[in-house]
T-cell receptor
Framework: NAGVTQTPKFRILKIGQSMTLQCAQDMNHNYMYWYRQDPGMGLKLIYY???????DKGEVPNGYNVSRSTTEDFPLRLELAAPSQTSVYFC????????????FGPGTRLLVL | KQEVTQIPAALSVPEGENLVLNCSFTDSAIYNLQWFRQDPGKGLTSLLLIQSSQREQTSGRLNASLDKSSGRSTLYIAASQPGDSATYLCAPNTGNQFYFGTGTSLTVIP
């Protein structure tokens, strides 16, 4: 059981470039989340999904897009990267019925220059 | 919008001390609240999840309490150890969304 995995671990982007952050979970969880964590700050929710084909905006969705075509995968797309998107991105999942616990991936550190 | 505050922001204690970390939130309509630990440069590890119907939840040397009506939760750590040094985050859940505080950075001095 790998849990929640994220790739890449670290990436440097130039302003205006695009990229996709990958997230996968092998626990058959219904709920998946994307957060960003800026230095000295708490985590802010970007997008979340309650199941395949269903996504919704969180607190800070601007500049990002998501899709959820399978239960396992929840990629986060950055279009036209900006320095304000420099952050650490965490993906999380939870089963949502019998178990409310959120499980986190190791994070992707993104630097936009 | 749920606002979460954690006090103190940083705490330094000698090994063996018992300590209390505080979490307050503005919207008491929560389903549960989760406490996490985050080591530098790492992801979050779940410590305890306490349901809105519960008053307390215990795991080993950790005890979390919840007073939903007053919007407060505490994490009690007994007999602290250097390995407990980390940032502790609380996150109340209002349904589909968890809201995070900025955390308490704990240092346990040997």
């Amino acid at each position: 059981n790998a849990g929640v995995t994220q790739t890449p671990k670290f990436r440097i982007l130039k302003i205006g470039q695009s990229m996709t952050l990958q997230c996968a979970q092998d626990m058959n969880h219904n709920y998946m989340y994307w957060y960003r964590q800026d230095p000295g700050m708490g985590l802010k929710l970007i997008y979340y999904s309650v199941g395949a084909g269903i996504t919704d905006k969180g607190e800070v969705p601007n500049g990002y897009n998501v899709s959820r075509s399978t239960t396992e995968d929840f990629p986060l797309r950055l279009e036209l990267a900006a320095p304000s998107q420099t952050s650490v991105y965490f993906c999380a999942s939870r089963e949502g019925l019998a178990d409310e616990t959120q499980y986190f991936g190791p994070g992707t550190r993104l630097l936009v220059l | 919008k749920q606002e979460v505050t954690q006090i103190p922001a940083a705490l330094s204690v000698p090994e063996g001390e018992n300590l209390v970390l505080n979490c307050s939130f503005t919207d008491s309509a929560i389903y549960n609240l989760q406490w996490f630990r985050q080591d530098p440069g790492k992801g979050l590890t779940s410590l305890l999840l306490i349901q809105s119907s519960q008053r307390e939840q215990t795991s080993g040397r950790l005890n979390a309490s919840l007073d939903k009506s007053s919007g407060r939760s505490t994490l009690y750590i007994a007999a602290s150890q250097p390995g407990d040094s980390a940032t502790y985050l609380c996150a109340p859940n209002t349904g589909n969304q968890f809201y995070f505080g900025t955390g308490t950075s704990l240092t346990v001095i040997p």
